[in-house]
Antibody, heavy 122, light 110 residues
Framework: QVQLQESGPGLVKPSGTLSLTCVVS?????????WTWVRQPPGQGLEWIGE???????NYNPSLNSRVTISVDQSKNQFSLNLTSVTAADTAVYYC???????????????WGQGTTVTVSS | QSVLTQPPSASGTPGQRVTISCSGS????????VYWYQQLPGTAPKLLIY???QRPSGVPDRFSGSKSVTSASLAISGLRSEDGADYYC???????????FGGGTKLTVL
C-alpha cells in the first residue's frame, strides 16, 4: 500500500525558507490522488497548508498563500513544500498526506506520513 | 482560531459511550461531508470516519459518525483505554478550496 515519508532540515533560521520533501512509495504520484501538506504547531491543532496534483495544479491556504509553494516531481515520485520568510510561528510538525479524491468526491486524507518536526530559531 | 468548533476535552470510563461534537456553518459542514481523525500521542493523525458516517477498513464499529445541518458528532461506544487520543473533525471548504479542521478534542479514558 501507499506510504509517505517526509524529510528535510529540522532547524530553519528566522526569515529563511523551510523546504520539505515527501516521497511516495507503494504507488504512483501520477495517480488521480491529490498530495497534501498539513502542519501542527506544538500543543495545537491541525492546519491544512495546501495540495498539489501530479499535473502541477495547486491549492493553498489563503493564510499562507503568499509564502507557500508546493511542487511535484513525477520522475522521483515525490512532492515538496517550500515556505518562505519563516518565523517562530511556523515551528510545527509537518505532515504530508494523500487525498484520494475523484473529481469533487472527497474521501478524506487517508494516508499520512509520520511527520517531521521543524523548528524556526536562530 | 479553528474554523470548526470542538470541545477541548471529553472523558469517560471503560465500557461507556462518549460523544464528541463538531460545530460549523452553512459554508463548511452545511455544504459538505464531515471527516474524523484520531491522533494517538506522538503519532500522525489517522482517518477514522469519512463522508459523515463511513468507516475505513480496519476501524472498529465502536466508532460512528453523524451529521445534522451544520454540526456533527463522533460517538465511541464500549470505550477502551486505547481510545485515549486527540480527535479532530474536518470538512472540505469550497470557499477556501481546502480542508478545514476543528481545534481537536482530547479524550481521556478514566
Amino acid at each position: 500500500q501507499v506510504q509517505l515519508q517526509e524529510s528535510g532540515p529540522g532547524l530553519v533560521k528566522p526569515s529563511g525558507t523551510l523546504s520539505l520533501t515527501c516521497v511516495v512509495s507503494g504507488g504512483s504520484i501520477s495517480s488521480s490522488d491529490w498530495w497534501t501538506w498539513v502542519r501542527q504547531p506544538p500543543g495545537q491543532g491541525l492546519e491544512w497548508i495546501g495540495e498539489v496534483f501530479h499535473t502541477g495544479t495547486t491549492n493553498y491556504n489563503p493564510s499562507l498563500n503568499s509564502r507557500v509553494t508546493i511542487s511535484v516531481d513525477q520522475s522521483k515520485n515525490q512532492f515538496s513544500l517550500n515556505l518562505t520568510s519563516v518565523t517562530a510561528a511556523d515551528t510545527a510538525v509537518y505532515y504530508c498526506a494523500r487525498d484520494p479524491r475523484l473529481h469533487y468526491h472527497y474521501y478524506g486524507l487517508d494516508v499520512w506520513g509520520q511527520g517531521t518536526t521543524v523548528t524556526v530559531s536562530s | 482560531q479553528s474554523v470548526l468548533t470542538q470541545p477541548p476535552s471529553a472523558s469517560g470510563t471503560p465500557g461507556q459511550r462518549v460523544t464528541i461534537s463538531c460545530s460549523g456553518s452553512s459554508s463548511n459542514i452545511g455544504s459538505s461531508y464531515v471527516y474524523w481523525y484520531q491522533q494517538l500521542p506522538g503519532t500522525a493523525p489517522k482517518l477514522l470516519i469519512y463522508r459523515n458516517n463511513q468507516r475505513p477498513s480496519g476501524v472498529p464499529d465502536r466508532f460512528s459518525g453523524s451529521k445534522s445541518v451544520t454540526s456533527a458528532s463522533l460517538a465511541i461506544s464500549g470505550l477502551r483505554s486505547e481510545d485515549g487520543a486527540d480527535y479532530y473533525c474536518a470538512t472540505w471548504d469550497d470557499s477556501l478550496s481546502g480542508w478545514v479542521f476543528g481545534g481537536g478534542t482530547k479524550l481521556t479514558v478514566l
